[in-house]
């Protein structure tokens, strides 16, 4: 039995200091992250925008590929990675707010990291309206040229990458064939380079490392459904579905670790805009903080980022907005 209650002085209280309309009718934010310059969001009109982080006023619009940005990720803050449908892995540099490299495939790309020493790119493909096994591509970064392809490990869409922070050849990836697979690819044999599996019985759509080593992985679904295993597979706890924590939660956003504190945090939402932030411990949660205010999100949040290191949030929403938090400190 998962025990649920509140910690509200866990965490400083977070306050919206900015938020702008995109003025879409159709469109919405489908990701947003930042760098020391800029809020950066990705949007279902195939755009990509910088805007000050300070003011939040647009400083450029990128816009380079063809069909919908799937994944956006900054880099060493100098570089932005944005991957598309079109099969194209670009990056960005943000000095400029120039393309500098491209990456292309014969498949939509759905999913993709850099590694710890910015050697590999790594990309994962996904066919929506088709079954079968999705490819992860492995790219030397320095040539653009490609390394090696897995085409067995799933068998449909890749929907998360993350590469280990310290071990350049580590990785996982998920995919909504409801596995989490965690990867030593050193010599990209792909039968020898699969060091676990975990199955999560539903498509996974988020997972990633965390810990002071990051020596756990969380994997979050399409059900709701939540859960942490060691990097070997084995269970830690499982969390069953995120919205029997508290009637306000609707659906889980994704999870956030904080380095300095050693604190991981669940993030859900629900149809009204509220963000709600949780902190996590085995077979215990604690509900911090509703993110909710005049001028904030009124539709559901999907793009979530937290900087812990300033105490700083952007959210982004289906409501076409996107919102800055700061913590009062």
Request: glycine share 6%; charged share 20%; with cysteine.
């Amino acid at each position: 039995m998962i025990k649920v209650d509140s910690n509200p002085d866990l965490l400083p209280p977070f306050q919206p200091v900015r938020a702008i309309d995109f003025g879409f009718e159709d469109d919405y934010v489908l990701e947003v992250t930042t760098n020391s310059q800029y809020a950066i969001a990705s949007a279902s009109d195939k755009c990509i925008r910088l805007y000050d982080l300070s003011s939040l006023q647009l400083a450029t619009t990128l816009k380079l590929q063809e069909k919908a940005i799937r994944k956006i990720k900054t880099y060493n803050d100098q570089y932005l990675f944005s991957a598309s449908e079109d099969g194209s892995l670009v990056r960005w540099d943000l000095r400029t707010a120039q393309a500098v490299q491209t990456f292309r495939y014969n498949r939509p790309i759905t999913a993709f990291d850099i590694n710890c020493n910015e050697s590999m790119a790594v990309l994962g493909t996904g066919d929506f309206d088709s079954t079968g096994c999705q490819d992860l591509v492995f790219y030397d970064t320095r040539q653009t040229q490609l390394l090696s392809r897995f085409e067995e490990s799933h068998s449909d869409d890749v929907t998360e990458i993350q590469c280990h922070p310290t071990l350049p050849s580590h990785l996982i990836t998920s995919s909504a064939d409801g596995l989490v697979n965690y990867y030593d690819v050193a010599d990209f044999d792909e039968q020898e380079a699969l060091i676990s599996v975990v199955n999560a019985e539903s498509a996974v759509q988020k997972a990633g490392f965390f810990g002071p080593e990051c020596e756990y992985v969380y994997s979050l679904t399409g059900n709701e459904t939540f859960m942490l295993h060691t990097l070997e597979g084995d269970l830690i706890c499982d969390y069953g579905d995120v919205r029997q924590m508290d009637a306000s939660i609707g659906y889980a956003i994704d999870c956030s670790y904080d380095v300095a504190t050693q604190r991981f945090y669940l993030i859900t939402g629900n149809a009204e805009g509220d963000v709600q932030l949780l902190h996590v411990n085995v077979g215990h949660v604690q509900h911090c903080q509703t993110l909710k205010a005049p001028g904030g999100h009124t539709d559901i949040v999907r793009a979530f980022h937290w900087n812990h290191q300033t105490q700083s949030i952007l959210t982004g929403g289906e409501d076409g907005r996107m919102c800055a938090w700061q913590a009062n400190l």
